[in-house]
Every structure is written in C-alpha cells, then in structure tokens.
C-alpha cells in the first residue's frame, strides 16, 4: 500500500503561484511514478503532468506546459508541483496519483494509488 497526503492548496489571484506538494510513504518512493490530475467542478477528472520513476522526465498536458513545474525529491519521498501565473479555468482540486513502474500516467485509468486532493481557487 501507498499513502499519498497533498497539501498546498489555497485561494490565489490569477497570475499568482502555489506549490503543492504530496508526500508519500509505504513503499519504495523510487519504482513509482508519480503524478498530479485535476478535477474541476462538474468535469472528469484530467491529466496535469507526470514524472518517471525511471528517467526521472517530466510530460506535461499541453494546458499548463511552461507553467507548471514537477519535481522529486527521492529522499524525502515527496513530489512537488510549482504552478506560476496561475489562471481562473486551474480552479480545481488536485490529486496526487503513484504507480507502480508505470511507463506513461496520462489517464486516470489504472492508477492504483491516489490522495484525497487538495483544492485550489484561482481568482480573476
């Protein structure tokens, strides 16, 4: 089992920044890749961004590229998402999402891990 705990949410005026993090524990951080997804009021949840397990690279939805930033930090079993200039339509909750040695993490499905979100309000 994975537990995953995001924090970071909060209320920002569009063109702001927030770093969300999600902290992971339960098994070994390194074989999984790890990544965020949104849900809006009243959509699907969608893809935001991934990083490797393996390689450690980042893919982007075309939505927040140049925007978003993730990164790991393998010592302290811990993703981050720095989100700059930040718009009214990123309102959403966040969740994190892990599994295990999964090559590509851009649908929801199958995904065997997920964290509880943590919401973020975009302001105009």
């Known amino acids: 089992q994975v537990q995953l705990v995001e924090s970071g949410g909060g209320l920002v005026q569009a063109g702001g920044s927030l770093r969300l993090s999600c902290a992971a524990s339960?098994?070994?951080?390194?074989?999984?890749?790890m990544g965020w997804f949104r849900q809006a009021p009243g959509k699907e949840r969608e893809f935001v961004v991934y990083?490797?397990?393996?390689?450690?690279?980042?893919y982007y939805a075309d939505s927040v590229k140049g925007r978003f930033t993730i990164s790991r930090d393998n010592a302290k079993n811990t993703v981050y998402l720095e989100m700059n200039s930040l718009k009214p339509e990123d309102t959403a909750v966040y969740y994190c999402?892990?599994?295990?040695?999964?090559?590509?993490?851009?649908?929801?499905?199958?995904?065997?891990?997920w964290g509880k979100g943590t919401l973020v309000t975009v302001s105009s």
């Open positions: 999402a892990a599994d295990y040695r999964r090559m590509r993490m851009t649908s929801v499905n199958g995904i065997t891990y």
């Open positions: 339960g098994r070994t951080f390194t074989d999984y890749t």
């Open positions: 990083i490797s397990w393996s390689t450690g690279s980042p």
